[in-house]
């Protein structure tokens, strides 16, 4: 596709149930990244892969939160055990270089724990 | 540490100019980002700087860097209703190269008409 694809758009789940949020990234762009925006914040990192590794998940806020990019392009950030603070709106941002000069994001996945 | 800040709110007639201002942390930092929000909508990326250069001017839109003072600066000329959205800076640090962000909270632009 033309930009950086996630999906859902909207998810809402019980307090204590697993979810996966899905990204799309521009194809050929080879870094990809997960950053979480709470309300009335700027967005906040969470893990970034280079190819198939993750090369820094320093962002990640604890272990209920993997992510993974099997064959280097679709990711999955994967919740388990879901808490009301993890509530946010869950954004994905890709980079034709390593450096990621330019780095561009999808509409992001606003995830509701109830 | 790393911190990004900026003012929260801005508010602007149809037609002013808008400066929306941003100060960071990290003297190490290569690049600096001005990325626009709309509500419900991701981040757009309006422009960045480098950060050997002190101005950069793209239509509308110009960027000025005093790294002395770390400070970064967003002009936008002939301010449109269409220019609301929250404006985020963000950094990129020296230190890293993963391409990993630092945001501000961001400004909140309403350009009245």
């Known amino acids: 596709g033309a930009g950086v694809s996630q999906t859902p758009s909207n998810k809402v789940t019980e307090k204590g149930k697993y979810v996966e949020l899905r990204c799309d990234p521009i194809?050929?762009?080879?870094?990809l990244y997960w950053y979480r925006q709470s309300l009335g914040q700027g967005p906040e990192f969470l893990i970034y892969f280079q190819g198939t590794g993750a090369a820094d998940d320093s962002g990640l806020p604890n272990d209920r939160f993997f992510a993974v990019r099997p064959e280097g392009s679709v990711s999955t950030l994967k919740i388990q055990r879901t808490e009301r603070g993890d509530s946010a709106v869950y954004l994905c941002?890709?980079?034709?270089?390593?450096?990621?000069?330019?780095?561009?994001f999808g509409q992001g996945t606003r995830l509701t724990v109830v | 540490g790393e911190d990004v800040e900026q003012s929260l709110f801005l508010s602007v007639r149809e037609g002013d100019s808008s400066v929306i201002n941003c100060t960071y942390t990290?003297?190490?930092?290569?690049?600096l980002y001005w990325y626009k929000q709309e509500p419900g909508a991701g981040l757009q990326l309006l422009t960045y700087?480098?950060?050997?250069?002190d101005m950069k001017q793209d239509q509308r839109l110009t960027v000025l860097l005093n790294k002395k003072d770390k400070h970064l600066s967003l002009r936008i000329a002939d301010t449109q209703t269409g220019d609301s959205a929250i404006y985020f800076c963000a950094e990129m640090q020296g230190s890293s190269n993963t391409g990993k962000l630092i945001f501000g909270q961001g400004t909140t632009l309403q350009v009245k008409p």
């Open positions: 700087i480098f950060s050997n250069m």
């Open positions: 941002a890709s980079s034709l270089n390593p450096q990621g000069t330019e780095a561009f």
């Open positions: 194809s050929g762009h080879t870094a």
């Open positions: 990290d003297s190490s930092s290569t690049y």
